[in-house]
C-alpha cells in the first residue's frame, strides 16, 4: 500500500511532517483532516514495499516485537508514551535498537502520531501495526490495544516458530531422501551398467529397467532446472505484483497446503476484528484494518464488497457469510454472539478455535509427511539392491 508524505500543522504547533498510508491520495487527505491536521504542502508518494526493500539491514537488527513486549505493560502502567520511550531506550543493549527507540521518541517530541512514526518506518513494522496503533489513539484506547498487539504477535510467532521447529525433520529427511535417490540413478547405476558393457555382455532385463529409469529421472532433472530457469525469466518480466497474484493464487490450490494457508490467514482476520471490536472501533474501519491483515491478495479481494454491504446495513455475520474462504459454522457464532452483544469475545473464541485447528492439521500433515518419505526412500532403494542382486545372479549363471 502506498505512504504519502505531507508537511501538515494543526492548532497551536509548527507545521511538521506527516506519512500516511492510504489506497489513494483523496484517503490520505481524509485521514489527515480526520486527525485535526491541516495539509501545508504534499511531498511526494512511496511505495511500501519498496520502503520494505530499502530498510531490509534495518529491518533485521531491529526487534519489533521485543520493543512491543516492553511498551505494552508500560502503557498499562498509565505511563505517558514518550516517557515509556525514553524507558525502553535506556533498557536497550542493542545499538541499533536504542537508536530506532530514540528516533521514536525524538518524532514523539516534535508532535508527530505515534502511528504516522510507525507508518515513515515502512515494513520493519507489520502491516496491521499503523492501523491498529492508529484506532488506539482515535479511540483513547493505545494501552488497551498495545496489550493486545503484543499478544497478537506473541502468537503469531509461536505459531510461526511452532512451522519452523516442526518441520526441519522433515525437510531434512526429504533433502537426503532427494540426494540419495539422485546419486542412486545418475552415478552408481549407469557405473554398474558399464560393468556389463566393458565385459562384452548383453544387458540382463533388470538393467535395462534401472537404466530407462535412470535416463528418465535425468531427463526429469534437466526439465525440472529449464522449467525453474523460465520460471524465474517469467517472474522478472511480469513485475513482482504480479508474480505476488501468482503464487497466491497457485498456493490456494494446492491440496492440504491451500486449505492450511486460508485457514492461517482468517485466522489472523478474525483476531485483528476481534482486538478492534473489543475496543469499541467503529464496525466499517474494523473490517477495512483488518482485511489489509490479509496477506493473500486473493483471500482479500473476496472481502472487496464487504464494506459496502455493511455501510448498506447489514450485520458483520451476514456479511461474512457469503465468503468461500471463512471456515463453516463462523458467520453463525459471530451471530449469536450480535444477538448476544458479546460480538468481541465471540470472535477471540473463533479465533482461538482457528488456531488450535490449525496447529492440529500441521502437527497431523507433518507426522504423516514423514512416513511417507522414510516409505518412498526404502522402495527406491529396494529397486535397486533387487535389481542389481539379479544382475550378479544372472552374470554368475553366465
Known amino acids: 500500500m502506498p505512504l504519502y508524505k505531507y508537511i501538515a500543522a494543526s492548532a497551536g504547533h509548527p507545521p511538521h511532517e506527516v506519512v500516511i498510508e492510504a489506497d489513494n491520495s483523496n484517503e490520505a487527505l481524509s485521514k489527515l483532516r480526520s486527525g485535526g491536521l491541516r495539509p501545508v504542502r504534499f511531498c511526494g508518494e512511496t511505495d511500501g514495499e519498496k520502503a520494505a526493500g530499502a530498510s531490509f539491514l534495518r529491518r533485521a537488527k531491529v526487534d519489533v516485537y521485543d520493543f512491543t513486549n516492553q511498551l505494552a505493560p508500560l502503557l498499562t502502567a498509565n505511563i505517558p508514551l514518550e516517557r515509556a520511550m525514553a524507558i525502553i531506550g535506556e533498557s536497550c543493549a542493542d545499538q541499533s535498537q536504542r537508536q530506532f527507540v530514540a528516533a521514536l521518541r525524538q518524532g514523539l517530541h516534535e508532535g508527530k502520531r505515534f502511528s504516522d512514526l510507525v507508518r515513515s518506518y515502512g515494513s520493519i513494522f507489520p502491516g496491521y501495526y499503523a492501523n491498529l496503533i492508529e484506532s488506539g489513539e482515535e479511540t483513547g484506547s493505545l494501552p488497551e490495544v498495545t496489550e493486545e498487539l503484543r499478544k497478537f504477535m506473541e502468537e503469531s510467532k509461536e505459531l510461526k516458530e511452532f512451522l519452523i521447529t516442526s518441520s526441519i525433520y522433515p525437510m531434512v529427511i526429504l533433502s537426503i531422501t532427494v540426494l540419495v535417490s539422485i546419486l542412486m540413478f545418475t552415478v552408481f ?207 554368475n549363471q553366465a
Open 189 to 395: 547405476v549407469p557405473k554398474f551398467a558399464q560393468i556389463f558393457v566393458d565385459m562384452g555382455r548383453e544387458q540382463p532385463p533388470s538393467m535395462v529397467f534401472l537404466l530407462t529409469l535412470s535416463n528418465v529421472i535425468l531427463w526429469l532433472l534437466v526439465l525440472l532446472i529449464a522449467g525453474g530457469a523460465a520460471l524465474v525469466i517469467v517472474c522478472l518480466r511480469a513485475g513482482p505484483e504480479r508474480t505476488r497474484e501468482w503464487r497466491n493464487r497457485i498456493t490456494l490450490k494446492i491440496p492440504l497446503f491451500g486449505k492450511l494457508a486460508s485457514e492461517i490467514e482468517m485466522q489472523r482476520f478474525i483476531q485483528t476484528l476481534s482486538i478492534l471490536v473489543a475496543n469499541h472501533v467503529d464496525i466499517i474501519k474494523t473490517v477495512r484494518i483488518a482485511v489489509r491483515v490479509i496477506q493473500n491478495q486473493v483471500i482479500r479481494e473476496s472481502f472487496s464488497g464487504l464494506e459496502g454491504r455493511l455501510k448498506g446495513g447489514e450485520k458483520l455475520s451476514a456479511g461474512l457469510s457469503g465468503n468461500e474462504f471463512i471456515p463453516p459454522g463462523t458467520a453463525s457464532k459471530i451471530r449469536v454472539g450480535e444477538e448476544s452483544g458479546y460480538v468481541g469475545e465471540m470472535l477471540r473464541r473463533v479465533a482461538e478455535h482457528l488456531e488450535t485447528g490449525t496447529r492440529r492439521r500441521i502437527k497431523r500433515l507433518l507426522s504423516l509427511f514423514e512416513p511417507v518419505v522414510i516409505i518412498f526412500l526404502a522402495c527406491m532403494v529396494l529397486v535397486v539392491v533387487l535389481s542389481i542382486f539379479m544382475a550378479i545372479m544372472e552374470l
